[in-house]
């Protein structure tokens, strides 16, 4: 069986091995070395968030840029989980909010003073930010950035590998 790699020094080989394969198959190991990259962030985000919500930590997810041309992954709110908490909630009014909007008040914080709707001008508990998420990507952005191209060179040989033994040198 022959093994064939390809090695990555810098960013010029980074875009030199990308262009030589097909446009598809760029982005797909793109697309893998960026959710690889991205758990650190995820993993520390979740960590960061868990003393002060039980809701926030499953809602924090890393998903595809699907719509997009370029590849990528986003690590974020995921509004699909926080709005099955809310609704799973729904009789008790302060824990359904707070499992819809938990994480971006510990993000952001909030000022104690209703703005809309029927609760405009109502005073509540106001929330100092913990910054949870900014803390968990200022932390892993080096991380991150270093291991990207190692992690990459891996995708790129896993599939050279794959292609080579099913299609032949």
Known sequence: MVKATAQIIGIEQVHN???????????????????????????????????YSKFAPKQVKVWALTRSRKAGVWVG????????????????????MWALLSGRWLEYGSTGIGRSGRFKNVKYHALQPVGWFRRAVDTNISRTEKDFKDILHKKINIFLDKWITKHGW
């Open 17 to 51: 091995v990308l262009n030589g394969l097909p446009k598809r198959l760029n982005k797909q190991l793109l697309g893998q070395a960026c959710r690889a990259v991205a758990k650190y962030t995820l993993n520390d985000a979740r960590r960061n968030v868990e003393p």
């Open 77 to 96: 709110w995921n509004k699909k989980q926080a709005n099955l908490d809310y609704k799973q909630h729904q009789g008790d009014r302060s824990k359904a």
